[in-house]
C-alpha cells in the first residue's frame, strides 16, 4: 500500500516557475514507477511525466519535454517535478501516481494516487 501527498501547487505569472512535490509511504518506495499527470477543467486527465523505481529512467509529454524535469529521491520517499517557463496551458490540478513496475503513460494502469494539487499559470 502507498500513500501519495502532493504539495506545491500555487498561482504563478506566465514564465515562472513552481516545483512540486509528492511525499509517499511505504517502504518499498524505490519498487514504484511514478507518474505525474494533469487534469484541466472539462478536460481528460493527462500524462506529464514519469520516472523509474531507480530514477534513472524518465519520459515526458511532448507539451512538457524541455520545461519541466521530473526527479526523486528514494532517501526521502518524494518525488519532484520542477515546472519552468509555464504556459497559461499548464493550469490544471497536478497528480502524482504509483505503479509496482515500469512507468507508463497510460493513467489506467497505476494503482495509488494522490489527492491533487492546483496549479494557475496567468496571462
Known amino acids: 500500500q502507498v500513500q501519495l501527498v502532493e504539495s506545491g501547487g500555487g498561482l504563478v505569472q506566465v514564465g515562472g516557475s513552481l516545483r512540486l512535490s509528492c511525499a509517499a509511504s511505504?517502504?518499498?518506495?524505490?519498487?514504484?514507477?511514478l507518474g505525474w499527470f494533469r487534469q484541466a477543467p472539462g478536460k481528460e486527465r493527462e500524462f506529464v511525466a514519469a520516472?523509474?523505481?531507480?530514477?534513472?529512467?524518465?519520459y515526458y509529454a511532448d507539451s512538457v519535454k524541455g520545461r519541466f524535469t521530473i526527479s526523486r529521491d528514494n532517501a526521502k520517499n518524494t518525488m519532484y517535478l520542477q515546472m519552468n517557463s509555464l504556459k497559461p496551458e499548464d493550469t490544471a490540478a497536478y497528480y502524482c501516481?504509483?505503479?509496482?513496475?515500469?512507468?507508463?503513460?497510460?493513467?489506467?494502469?497505476?494503482?495509488?494516487w494522490g489527492q491533487g494539487t492546483q496549479v494557475s499559470v496567468s496571462s
Open positions: 511505504g517502504r518499498t518506495f524505490s519498487s514504484y514507477a
Open positions: 520516472i523509474s523505481g531507480s530514477g534513472s529512467g524518465t
Open positions: 501516481a504509483a505503479k509496482w513496475g515500469g512507468y507508463d503513460v497510460r493513467a489506467s494502469v497505476y494503482n495509488y
